[in-house]
């Protein structure tokens, strides 16, 4: 695309009494209850004052973690963002241990009334936004069966554009209705994230999140100097791929608490960044550096190399750039990994409580289905994501002036207005269009 497109995100959250806040109201607050905490309604013991970018990021790396793999060539790209979304829209929806489940994963402690109105005024702000930086859209959707008696303030409060009846009867149709939002929703770029015969005439629901980012560079890659050159997909194996390359000014150094080379490729408005970690060319210097990542190591190191300038990390200096041109799509069965890391019940059709939804007992999520596509160009990036509920030691590291990223590395798309907060994660190990054209034995 040659056109610019973008937006800053800024919010500012104004809330009056209107019909629709009592509605809120009315759905999760009863009477006797409407100036209790989230804790003192359901007996949860939730940390006071919890940050919320902090518990995002927490939440992140949870996931990160999980689903990472050893296969050194594995890539991995998903969006914890819409991830955390979508486990939000399940808490609306939750009572009991299943919503204390959610709220230790998700690190919330605001009652539901706060969280569901923070929620529809960030979801309308971003449902489809564009400007002259980066395009953002974020959309969510719950999907229940025509015949589910779903509390009638919760039809009221998520409107048509939020939830959506459907004859789970027909099955192959329904399939039909939800993949083509979810493609729509994403620009064409997740497709079928349903597979076939995935919904049963038994189901009753379904909860669908997708996020679309399509970000110009702020400098672009010289296209005239890609070229084919090699990437080290460890010490001893070797393939090809397109190497981009740029000489600028920007940020970069040494995350030492990671053991990894930092560099910041903002987009265009620096409202938004590619976040690069490039471990040293030792063997086993990924699995170290990812080791190290925690919600505390990765921020430090973000707010060092914007704030600070020492032998660390150079402050816009001139350097240059090999870049892997790429691109991943990506599937992920997420409830294996959302299970490990405490979300149980949602799962289990025994246990599961989600009568704030639906007074009709057995209603649970059968599967968590994960889809993301990211593209990495000279003019920038695109991705989108859509989730659905069915080394050795080695010496000091110094700032460098020339970067190879011909190896592999971890890389996140931020947004820099909100706290750093993580949009898409990723593992790039080798580019897997390419094939293997040399292993050194």
Not at 124 to 129: A, D
Not at 252 to 258: D, N
Not at 308 to 321: A, L, M, Q, R, T
Not at 407 to 427: M, Q, W
Request: aromatic share 10%; hydrophobic share 40%.
């Amino acid at each position: 695309m040659k056109r610019e497109i973008g937006i800053i995100l800024g919010l500012v959250l104004l809330v009056r009494s209107n019909p629709m806040d009592q509605s809120l109201r009315y759905c999760f607050l009863s009477d006797g209850e409407r100036s209790k905490t989230a804790s003192e309604e359901n007996g949860i013991a939730i940390e006071e004052d919890y940050p919320d970018n902090v518990g995002k990021m927490e939440f992140s790396f949870d996931l990160f973690h999980n689903l990472r793999s050893d296969d050194e060539e594995m890539n991995l790209f998903f969006s914890p963002h819409i991830i955390h979304q979508a486990l939000t829209m399940a808490l609306f929806g939750a009572k009991g241990e299943t919503e204390q489940q959610l709220r230790e994963v998700l690190r919330v402690n605001q009652t539901k009334l706060e969280l569901v109105r923070k929620f529809l005024a960030e979801t309308k702000v971003l449902r489809n936004s564009s400007g002259n930086s980066v395009e953002l859209a974020v959309a969510n959707r719950l999907f229940f069966s025509e015949e589910e008696p779903v509390r009638m303030c919760m039809r009221a409060t998520f409107e048509n554009d939020q939830i959506q009846f459907l004859d789970f009867k027909k099955s192959d149709e329904a399939e039909r209705i939800i993949n083509k939002w979810v493609e729509a929703e994403t620009k064409g770029k997740i497709k079928d994230i349903i597979p076939k015969g995935e919904l049963s005439p038994m189901s009753r629901i379904a909860l669908a999140s997708s996020v679309y980012f399509k970000g110009r560079w702020e400098q672009e890659f010289d296209k005239t100097r890609t070229k084919q050159s090699l990437f080290y997909v460890s010490p001893d194996k070797i393939t090809q791929t397109q190497m981009m390359y740029l000489k600028g000014n920007f940020k970069h150094g040494v995350a030492s608490a990671l053991q990894s080379y930092i560099i910041d490729l903002p987009y265009k408005g620096n409202s938004h960044s590619m976040i690069i970690l490039l471990p040293p060319f030792v063997a086993g210097s990924l699995n170290e550096t990812i080791s190290r990542l925690t919600a505390d190591t990765f921020y430090s190191a973000v707010e060092n190399l914007r704030y600070y300038k020492n032998e660390d990390y150079s402050f816009n200096d001139e350097v240059e750039i090999y870049f892997p041109k790429f691109k991943t799509e990506q599937t992920i069965q997420l409830t294996e990994a959302l299970r490990s890391i405490g979300v149980v019940d949602l799962f289990n059709p025994e246990a599961s409580n989600l009568t704030d939804f639906s007074e009709k007992p057995g209603l649970a999520f059968d599967s968590a289905i994960h889809k993301s596509y990211i593209e990495v160009n000279e003019e920038g990036s695109e991705a989108a994501a859509a989730t659905i509920f069915l080394m050795s030691r080695q010496g000091r590291l110094h700032p460098l002036t020339k970067y190879e990223i011909n190896r592999p590395f971890a890389y996140f798309v931020i947004d820099n207005t909100k706290g750093n907060e993580i949009l898409f994660s990723g593992i790039f190990k080798t580019p897997k269009t390419a094939k293997i054209v040399t292993e050194i034995l």
